[in-house]
């Protein structure tokens, strides 16, 4: 166990940009480990109002503002990445806060096994509070394709920047264990999983779910075994309008976590739910017909809202289509109340709704903790 948190295991998981590192990350946490993004908390600690906002500012001028105010992340990105004396100028203002909210929500955390993923692994002190390092790893084309399609870099950008890290070669000598992440989301579940049985210090087993009565509803989260029920179940609800196939739902396991309503052994309904940077998001909700809504609804978010809070989430927002959306005071009636993106108090809550907002989707919002859980940085 680590020293410096002795009741916890610690997995620092680092990579070059675009190997797959939130991947493995989301991975590990689906066999129960608690994540950490290093890069989730760089961007909250540098938010107006937050300890790092000031000092970027003086230091690299208010050029690098957005006109609401805010830090520019990719005018700021575009002045340090190709800088390297720049670049150590913003990492000595970050990494002294983001080494300090990690810490805090280690210690805050009740899973014993926690993965802190950090492309900065090595450049600071944390490597040296992890018990083990896992490094993803991927070849050049693939860095620059996932750099194309999911961050719109143009080829050109795509290559300047995967040029700009530090040798892979320095991460993958000092790695434990060394996920190849070129091929499949299966692939790449495989070797995770083979990896945890043999390194993770052995917990007590999970305990065994429940056969639910028929006529009685349960929930439980669901695993990759169990994504071709799955892709069945959302190609049969939306009537052949989503074919969904096993590799879709093992490539959305990579993403987030489903949680499963249970009628005896049937699906009657599931949520795609996921936890970035304290914030909760529901952006999958798919009900069967003839399931008792209020009490579906009633069981499903009671138990998103307990592994929410589990996780030190401090809000959770739903992303609704019209159908499920227009049930105002069932959704009312579990403290939920319709927003905008404007509506939202806090800039961290603001970006989470702007990153997984789908359109034609209805915002639902409930804050599920007064106190801010990083407010003591």
């Known amino acids: 166990m680590s020293s410096t948190w002795p009741d916890k295991y610690v997995i620092g998981v680092t990579g070059n940009i675009a190997t797959g590192k939130s991947v493995v990350r989301k991975m590990l946490e689906h066999l129960g480990a608690y994540g950490v993004d290093a ?12 300890p790092g906002y000031q000092p970027i500012v003086a230091t690299f001028g208010k050029w690098i503002l957005s006109p609401d105010g805010q830090i520019d992340r990719k005018k700021l990105g575009d002045l340090v990445f190709p800088n390297p004396e720049a670049l150590a100028m913003l990492e000595k203002i970050l990494h002294p806060l983001i080494r300090q909210s990690i810490d805090i929500l280690i210690r805050r955390s009740t899973q014993p096994v926690i993965v802190i993923e950090a492309i900065k692994l090595f450049e600071g002190d944390l490597h040296q509070h992890c018990d083990t390092i896992w490094v993803s790893d991927a070849d050049e084309k693939t860095q620059i394709k996932r750099l194309v399609n ?10 300047q920047r995967a040029a700009m890290q530090d040798p892979q070669a320095k991460k993958l000598a ?3 264990v060394i996920i190849r992440n070129n091929e499949s989301f299966e692939k790449t579940w495989e070797q995770v999983s083979q990896a945890w049985e043999k390194y993770i210090p052995k917990q007590a087993p999970p305990a065994p779910s429940k056969q639910v009565e028929a006529g009685k509803l349960g929930v439980h989260r669901a695993g990759p075994k169990e994504a071709q029920k799955i892709a069945d179940f959302i190609t049969r609800a939306s009537q052949g309008a989503r074919r969904l196939t096993r590799t879709d739902i093992m490539a959305d396991f990579g993403e987030k976590a489903f949680l499963l309503l249970e009628s005896g052994d049937t699906i009657a309904g599931l949520v795609g739910w996921k936890v970035e940077n304290l914030v909760a998001r529901v952006d999958d909700f798919v009900l069967a017909k003839n399931i008792p809504f209020n009490e579906a609804i009633r069981a ?6 307990s592994a929410s809070s589990e996780l030190l989430c401090e809000a959770l927002l739903l992303f609704l289509p019209p ?18 993106v404007k509506d939202l108090s806090v800039r961290a809550w603001q970006e989470a709704a702007m990153e997984s907002m789908t359109p034609g989707s209805v915002l639902y919002f409930k804050q599920l903790r007064k106190d801010r859980v990083l407010r003591p940085i």
């Open 39 to 50: 890069d989730a908390l760089s961007h909250r600690v540098m938010l107006k109002g937050a």
């Open 300 to 305: 499903m978010m009671n138990e998103i809202e």
């Open 323 to 340: 159908n499920l959306a227009q049930h105002t005071q069932v959704w009312a009636a579990q403290g939920y109340t319709p927003r905008t």
């Open 174 to 176: 000092v790695a434990k």
């Open 150 to 159: 999911k961050r719109g870099m143009t080829h050109s950008e795509a290559r």
